[in-house]
């Protein structure tokens, strides 16, 4: 958890390096393995807490299914997402590899 709110920190100070402009909202993606309702629900918690713990704006998208996922991942729209294993193999090559959280 500390490692996941440390990295938005970082990743939030680029943002900040522009001062006239207003910073865009840390995009938290987590594709569902249960209904979209149910996963906003169990991760409604870890939102309110890193922006509780940042001070910054983060918003959680549940895409409806791996495609919008995917297209998100493509067009540079989610910072970080919370995936299985098997969906970040299927999607390695959309990342940017120097700039990944790993567990440890």
Do not use: W
């Not at 840390?26 to 169990?42: D, S």
């Not at 870890?46 to 549940?62: D, H, K, N």
């Not at 910072?79 to 940017?96: E, I, K, R, V, W």
């Amino acid at each position: 958890m500390i490692i996941l709110v440390f990295a938005i920190i970082m990743s939030s100070l680029v943002s900040f390096s522009h001062a006239a402009e207003t910073p865009k909202p840390i995009q938290l993606a987590i594709l569902p393995c249960e209904n979209i309702e149910t996963t906003f629900k169990k991760f409604y918690p870890l939102l309110r807490y890193l922006i509780q713990q940042t001070g910054l704006e983060v918003s959680l998208m549940v895409p409806t299914d791996f495609s919008t996922f995917e297209t998100s991942l493509r067009k540079g729209e989610i910072d970080f997402a919370l995936q299985d294993p098997h969906t970040y193999l299927m999607t390695s090559n959309l990342y940017n590899n120097e700039a990944l959280l790993r567990a440890l």
